[in-house]
C-alpha cells in the first residue's frame, strides 16, 4: 500500500479505484470461463464476454500509461469513455446469459427495422457525448464544454424519441417497456445533474477534494450517463432479439 493512500484522501481513491480495477479484471477472466463452460466458446454471450475482458485489459493499460504521462487529456478521456462501453458490454452479457434471452421468442413487428436503427443511433449518440464530456471535464476547453451542453439538448430529443417508440411500437417484447421507462426517467435526472454541475463545475484540481460535495455531484452526473449509456444499450440487445425484420432473419 503506498503511504498516501492512507494518509490522504485522494491517495486513498486513486489507490481503491485501481484496486476495484483489478477486482473487476478478475471477475472477467473468471466470466469468461464460466460463459464458455455453459454456452461454448463461440456463441454470443461467451464472445460478449470475451469482449468485454478485452475491454478491461485495454482500460487498464490506458490508465497506466495516462498515469505514467501525467494524465493528459487524450488518456484520461479515452479512460472514462472505455469504461461506459466497459459496463455496458457486460450488462449486454448478462442479458445474454439470462433466462430471458432464452426464452424470448422474435416476432415479426413492421417497426423491427426502424427501431432497432434508432436505438442503435442512439447508443452511439450517447458514446459521442460521452466523449466530449470526458474531453470537457479533463480538459480546460470552453468549446468543448459548450459543445456537451448543447449536445444534450440533441441527446434529450433522440433518447426521448427512442424510448417512446420502443415503449410504443416494440412493446410486445418482453424487457422493452420497463427497460423505456428507466431510460426516460435517467434521462430527467441526467438532465438536472447536468446544468447543477454546470454551475459548480470548477475544473480539474487538487484542493477541489476539499469540497468533495462538488466532486461528488459532478461524478454523480458521470455514473447517470454510463447508466443511460448501459440501459440504451440494453434497450437495443432487447429490441434486437425480439424482433425479426420482415424478409430477414433476428440475428
Request: glycine share 10%; hydrophobic share 55%; net charge positive.
Amino acid at each position: 500500500m503506498p503511504e498516501r493512500s492512507y494518509t490522504t484522501l485522494p491517495g486513498f481513491l486513486e489507490h481503491f479505484h485501481r484496486i476495484a480495477g483489478a477486482c473487476a479484471g478478475v471477475l472477467a477472466i473468471w466470466l469468461v470461463f464460466a460463459a464458455a463452460r455453459r454456452s461454448g466458446g463461440r456463441s454470443p454471450a461467451a464472445r460478449m464476454t470475451q469482449a468485454g475482458l478485452l475491454l478491461i485489459v485495454v482500460q487498464g493499460i490506458v490508465g497506466g500509461v495516462g498515469v505514467r504521462l501525467q494524465l493528459p487529456v487524450l488518456t484520461s478521456a479515452t479512460h472514462g469513455t472505455l469504461a461506459q462501453i466497459t459496463i455496458a458490454t457486460f450488462a449486454i452479457a448478462a442479458y445474454m446469459l439470462s433466462p430471458r434471452w432464452q426464452a424470448t421468442v422474435p416476432q415479426q413487428l413492421p417497426m423491427a427495422r426502424g427501431a432497432r436503427r434508432m436505438m442503435l443511433a442512439t447508443v452511439v449518440l450517447l458514446i459521442v457525448q460521452t466523449v466530449v464530456g470526458a474531453i470537457a471535464r479533463h480538459s480546460t476547453s470552453q468549446h468543448a464544454l459548450w459543445t456537451h451542453v448543447s449536445n444534450a439538448f440533441v441527446v434529450f430529443f433522440v433518447v426521448l424519441v427512442a424510448a417512446s417508440v420502443a415503449a410504443g411500437k416494440i412493446g410486445a417484447v418482453p424487457g422493452v417497456p420497463a427497460l423505456a421507462r428507466r431510460l426516460m426517467g435517467l434521462l430527467a435526472l441526467q438532465i438536472v445533474l447536468g446544468f447543477a454541475a454546470l454551475l459548480v463545475r470548477t475544473g480539474k484540481h487538487p484542493e477541489n477534494i476539499e469540497h468533495l460535495w462538488r466532486a461528488c455531484l459532478i461524478s454523480t452526473h458521470v455514473l447517470v450517463g454510463a447508466l443511460l449509456t448501459l440501459v440504451a444499450s440494453l434497450l437495443l440487445a432487447h429490441v434486437w432479439r425480439g424482433t425479426r425484420v420482415a424478409g430477414g432473419g433476428h440475428a
